[in-house]
């Protein structure tokens, strides 16, 4: 039985200030409705990345909440995603108000940068000059300086839609017609109303400090930091092959008439989605069928095929639709597996944390992969290596010889690497970049991210195929990004062409199977934020019927029912 503890009970005045207990075990206090952002201040201690945000009980929070009850608080900084999503949106909502107040124009987000920015265009008027970009930069550097408040206030949904029509914000007026909600809570920068579809952002513009306007033609990039590097910003990078890719896409929503969400969920409603799914699948098909007519063009020098690219790029069933189609134009490729080139173990490059480092370039057995290359290519007999993950080591695989009318065909996150292949005159290789770069939008200002769609696909093909919950994918995320950026986007220029994984209609068909695995993350545990992230952005978006889905569709790698799942061409 519990001890009677009934005699430590005493009446006691309502307490009129709220505790705020942080991470590092000290608690403040403060009347009952002061801002979070005050209590973060004063606990404030020297930070590497500058505090943007919050998690409160285990929830994200703008700075300018005001406190009414006792909370645990974790400040969020710009070295975080979440951090620095909010500064973005803060960023762009800034710039929108400057180009309105001094230019009367409208500004609409494209696509992210790899440097760390946002590829931006003008509506209704020529591309701004330089002259008037340096303006708006001026501008927002004044309105940064004032530290000029950023609110929210609650209104009726019909009255955010009217706010959104005066505004030329045609894509979010039809997204929130199509929702069923009563209210929303829009954003107010100097007596601007915007409702993001993100939600949060910082409480002031004196918090935007580290930013650039620079021309990017045809339009302009906003360039921030990135957030492992959140106080410095890095060259701005020109990427023509990346940019036409993001392009092109672009030329293929305008052809299937679908722009953003809320006209993809209008189709769908309307019956029209057997007639998307039909038209993006064509689209695949004919950009795979000039690859590979590119690549047979060259087969008389072409000897070996690369392809990389980021996780859940697609990049297995790619290189299967590549091949049935070289061999279409008469040209046989013969895949290679870079996995088998590993060192034995004990060989094996360490990372800081004195893990193997299987994503380092040098964890392969150069020298050896170069070597049999060149053997292969040259009409050699060859005994392939095949490595033994159970036992560390590399054994005899099959013995191999190819003809005049092969091709390598390489898949891996080096393959865009010039330092994988050095002994292959750079005339007989054909390197390809793969990734879904998407260019849908949920309205003028917000955009949907490559990197969430390639997250969801993940979330949905490991609980099918590998058995893992959304919470371990999601914890592996951040180690699989970091792999990217250092292994795989520095190179994406090196390819000689690239392929957009990308299909407009993905997210209605990931979204009702992708749902209940982000609805089974505890609460409490660190991924437990982006699970709530992810079913928020999922929100927008109507669910279509999985089956209309071909069989040999890139999203049947992540989906399931690939008819290429086991797809092994002869040699």
């Known amino acids: 039985m519990p001890a009677n503890n009934n005699h430590l009970v005493r009446e006691c005045e309502h307490r009129q200030d709220v505790q705020v207990r942080f991470h590092d075990g000290r608690v403040f206090c403060a009347p009952a409705g002061t801002r979070l952002e005050s209590f973060v201040k004063k606990a404030a201690t020297p930070q590497a990345a500058p505090i943007v945000g919050a998690l409160v009980n285990g929830r994200l929070a703008e700075l300018s909440e005001p406190l009414i ?17 909010m500064y973005q949106r803060a960023l762009t909502l800034l ?80 997204l929130l017609s199509q929702m069923e909600r009563a209210e929303a809570r829009v954003h107010v920068l100097r007596g601007i109303k915007h409702y993001f579809l993100g939600r949060m952002m910082v409480p002031s513009t004196g918090y935007l400090k580290q930013f650039r306007v620079q021309s990017y033609p045809p339009g302009f990039v906003l360039q921030f930091p990135r957030r492992h590097r959140p106080l410095a910003l890095e060259p701005i990078r020109h990427s023509p092959k990346i940019t036409s890719v993001f392009r092109e896409y672009g030329d293929w929503l305008a052809r299937l008439g679908i722009s953003d969400a809320g006209a993809l969920n209008q189709a769908i409603l309307n019956g029209h989605a057997r007639e998307i ?84 370039l040098h964890a392969l057995d150069l020298e050896l992969f170069n070597q049999q290359l060149v053997a292969l290519i040259n009409g050699e007999r060859v005994t392939l290596p095949h490595y033994n993950f159970q036992t560390g080591e590399r054994e005899p695989g099959v013995t191999v010889q190819l003809t005049p009318n092969h091709v390598l065909l390489i898949e891996g996150i080096h393959g865009l690497n010039p330092n994988l292949v050095t002994q292959v005159p750079a005339d007989r290789i054909f390197r390809i970049y793969i990734s879904a770069l998407t260019q849908l939008k949920l309205d003028r200002l917000s955009r949907v991210a490559t990197s969430d769609t390639r997250l969801l696909r993940r979330i949905v093909r490991d609980a099918r195929a590998r058995g893992y919950t959304a919470e371990e994918t999601i914890a592996r995320w951040e180690s699989v990004r970091r792999g990217e950026d250092r292994n795989i986007f520095p190179y994406q220029e090196q390819a000689d062409l690239m392929f957009n994984s990308a299909l407009v209609y993905e997210l209605a068909m990931l979204k009702p199977l992708a749902e209940p695995l982000l609805r089974q993350v505890e609460p409490g545990t660190p991924e437990y934020v982006e699970a709530r992230r992810l079913l928020a952005f999922l929100e927008w978006f109507k669910p279509a019927d999985a089956r209309l889905v071909p069989e040999d569709s890139i999203l049947r790698e992540f989906i399931g029912g690939s008819v290429l799942s086991d797809f092994v061409p002869h040699l």
């Open 69 to 85: 009850a006792d909370v645990d608080v974790e400040p969020i900084s710009m070295a975080t995603e979440d951090g620095m999503r």
């Open 95 to 174: 710039l929108e108000v400057v180009a309105h107040e001094l230019f009367q124009a409208h500004i609409t987000v494209d696509h992210s940068l790899t440097f760390g920015g946002l590829f931006c265009r003008v509506l209704e008027r020529a591309p701004f000059t330089e002259k008037e970009l340096a303006q708006i930069e001026d501008r927002m550097r004044v309105l940064i300086a004032e530290d000029v408040p950023i609110t929210r206030e609650t209104m009726a949904l019909r009255e955010v839609v009217d706010n959104a029509r005066a505004h030329n914000d045609d894509a979010q007026v039809l």
């Open 277 to 360: 799914v039909l038209v993006a699948e064509a689209l695949h098909a004919q950009r795979i069928a000039e690859i590979a007519s590119t690549i047979a063009a060259r087969r008389e020098r072409v000897r070996l095929v690369t392809i990389a690219g980021p996780s859940s790029s697609g990049k297995t069933t790619f290189a299967r639709r590549l091949t049935i189609q070289l061999l279409a134009n008469g040209v046989r490729p013969f895949p290679i597996g870079l996995d088998d080139y590993f060192l034995a173990r004990e060989d094996t490059p360490r990372d800081a944390n004195g893990q193997y480092d299987y994503e380092n």
